[in-house]
């Protein structure tokens, strides 16, 4: 599946500000199974020096230095992307969730990702009894991994409540977990948190989710925003497989992957500061459209938070 993404983000501060730092994390991933075909940036004011790099994960960082005294701060991307993902019935192939934790523990490796780099705990996402115990209760002795985590997927999604507004961006696992409450994001933490007090390589994912809802069904949660979901590594037969604890999904060719990290800190899609008095508000605007025009179709969706 071909994609158009338009992704228009625009600060909106009370007072003239003299200065800017931003790190975007808004170029789409290229891998094996997600082709970028086309991208762009635009900022305005104009910053006075851009420069990319390629982060600890893969990620691709653009970093604006803006200097034009400004009250308006717009960051318009707009990108071309071919998904090839198709998706996962079954884990064939791969073995009982163990082999994969002995086997992920023993790897040596120090590529960008090996499995090796998310088996340990971040501030958003230390394991906790609670949540350890929560996600055994799905990981049984000798059970298919990717079982497991097809059924905590489900399971998240069925037992957790979708409330914006409940949390916020440094929101910890394990508050998310107690409210059984909150956003993608803290559904990806909470399945991050607990895969990993199992001892298993999991990673967040960001990005995009194209929805077409069915006559009379509702809107998959996530779509017309940024969204993010868990990589579970599922031994070397499978490797990286994508689940999403918010829809409960396993991650196909509706998902467009942007950077994967750690956590939300790792790839936050924009972060940075500015040197100025007064209020900040910020409007986000997503636009996901299939270039097969039988699929077509138009989302936005605004919000307002801080920087």
Not at 1 to 22: D, E, I, P, W
Not at 41 to 52: A, G, M, Q, Y
């Amino acid at each position: 599946m071909n994609y158009k993404v338009r992704h228009l983000t625009t600060y909106h501060y009370s007072q003239t500000v003299g200065f800017a730092r931003c790190a975007l994390r808004l170029s789409p991933q290229q891998s094996q199974d997600q082709d970028v075909l086309t991208y762009a940036v635009e900022i305005s004011p104009t910053p006075s020096r851009l420069e990319t790099r390629v982060g600890q994960f893969g990620e691709r960082i653009a970093t604006a230095i803006i200097e034009t005294p400004h009250q308006e701060l717009r960051i318009d991307v707009a990108f071309d992307v071919a998904v090839n993902r198709p998706a996962l019935l079954s884990g064939l192939g791969d073995g009982p969730w163990e082999a994969v934790r002995e086997a992920a523990s023993a790897s040596l490796s120090l590529e960008t990702l090996s499995p090796a780099n998310f088996i340990y705990p971040t501030a958003l996402t230390r394991p906790h009894a609670a949540i350890t115990a929560y996600v055994a209760e799905t990981f049984w002795p000798g059970r298919s991994i990717f079982e497991a985590a097809r059924d905590l997927t489900f399971r998240i999604k069925a037992e957790f409540a979708y409330e914006p507004g409940a949390t916020h961006v440094s929101t910890p696992a394990i508050d998310a977990f107690n409210a059984r409450r909150g956003v993608c994001q803290d559904f990806a933490h909470v399945m991050i948190s607990g895969l990993r007090g199992l001892g298993l390589p999991a990673a967040y994912v960001s990005g995009y989710l194209r929805t077409v809802p069915k006559p009379g069904k509702p809107r998959l949660q996530g779509a017309d925003a940024t969204h993010a979901w868990v990589a579970l590594w599922c031994g070397q037969a499978l490797g990286w497989v994508g689940f999403d604890p918010t829809n409960a999904l396993i991650v196909a060719n509706d998902h467009i992957v942007l950077a994967v990290g750690r956590d939300y800190a790792d790839v936050a899609p924009i972060s940075g500061v500015v040197l100025g008095p007064g209020e900040q508000t910020i409007d986000v605007a997503v636009d996901v459209t299939p270039m097969d025009p039988a699929f077509a179709f138009e989302r936005h969706a605004a919000g307002s938070s801080a920087w």
